[in-house]
């Protein structure tokens, strides 16, 4: 018990007073050399002044009554106790992860995992949906972006931690979960069932639209529609579908990028619109990824501004030559939108005044640390917050579109906000 009570009063210790300073949810090179380890967990809370007696006389008040002694797990405690002392800042995106829950962050930056396919998000203290996958069990179970989830299988998501809740909903592949949610402007919930399946997920996808801009039908009326071939007043639209910043994201886009270029080359005499970025849906990840896609778009100049709690700020500039710094462009968003992908859109709008078009995205304007601890656990802290070039922060807000396009609910096969884009464009 002596050996046990060292080791927790150790990693409690060391928790709460080391400082990491790193960019953005995630981030490669995140391992630190810390010294403190060698200091003996007694002079580490003397040197502190922290008294940890009231800690364990719960502990040991809780071996000697508790009834069911087979639920005194120690090491499950531990976790227990350092994700308290994490979730008492009340920062929804500073939190300790088991190493199942930082197994499971990192699954989705890797791009592949089991589960219902539905990216998460902390909204007024909610658990809600930020945006179901393409083609996930999320989706087609009817899942929304905006989806307060209530209950997971019948426990409550009150006071949960975004990887507390992923580590719930998550199984394997042909198992079920019970989901209650509360939608958008109703009071009562309803209960969806979602059977698990396995989640792949592309960083990139791309394809080439044809459309017919031939009959203007007014400020309300749709300019141009999508065709199967081509004709004299055709043009083509290259659509490129941005859905995370992950592990895989930047060799994604380099590959898509060339193959457009290359579809340039060798089509000249076609007439181009230009291009629709899409990063509806798209909850972010490395920062690092935003200012690698940003620069595709920029010539130079400023990507992102960290700004650090102390007030010191560092500019992240246009690191590499684009290729598409001179195609016409718009971009899509929704309130899907979150993070990286509200920087990439952002920047854009600020420094070029490219147009959004869509809805006001989820408004995530703080940047996280991931550091990895023993025994395959990890910790992300809140840092910093990043600004726009204008020095504007987001963090709560969200964009707000330039074209405000909302699509129906009820007919999910009508992209309203795609065409309304594309017009956009075409003017």
Known sequence: MKKLRNLLLLITVL??????????????????????????????????????????????????????????????????????????????????????????????????????????????????????????????????????????????????????????????????????????????????EVRRDEIKVPSVEWELLTVNCSNKTGDNGRQCAEVDKLCETCRHIYYLKLGRFGDTTNTEWEKAVSEIISHISRNRAEKSMGLILDVRNNPGGYLSGSVFIASEFLKDGTVVIQENADGTKKTYSVNRKGKLTDIPMVVLINKGSASASEIVAGTLRVRKNIPLVGEETFGKGTIQEAQDLKEGAGIHITTAKWLLPDNSNLNGNGLKPTIEAINEEGNPDSDHQLFKAIDTLYQ
């Open 15 to 192: 928790i709460v007073t080391f400082n990491f300073g790193i960019i953005l949810g995630k981030k490669e090179n995140v391992f630190t050399s810390v010294k403190s380890n060698e200091i003996k967990a007694t002079e580490k809370s003397k040197e502190k002044g922290l008294d940890f007696t009231l800690f364990w006389d719960v502990w040991d008040r809780l071996f000697y009554y508790y009834l069911d002694k087979k639920a005194l797990e120690p090491q499950k405690m531990i976790y227990g106790a350092i994700s308290g002392m994490v979730a008492s800042l009340g920062d929804p995106y500073t939190v300790f992860l088991t190493p199942d829950q930082n197994k499971e962050a990192k699954d989705d930056l890797g791009g592949k995992f089991e589960g219902i396919g539905a990216q998460l998000g902390v909204k007024d203290k909610k658990i809600v949906i930020v945006a179901p996958l393409k083609n996930s069990p999320a989706e087609e179970a009817g899942l929304s972006a905006g989806d307060w989830i209530v209950q997971v299988n019948g426990q409550d998501t009150l006071n949960w931690t975004l990887p507390e809740t992923v580590s719930k909903i998550r199984g394997p592949k042909g198992s079920k979960v019970v989901l209650a949610i509360i939608r958008k402007d109703q009071e009562k919930s309803e209960e969806i």
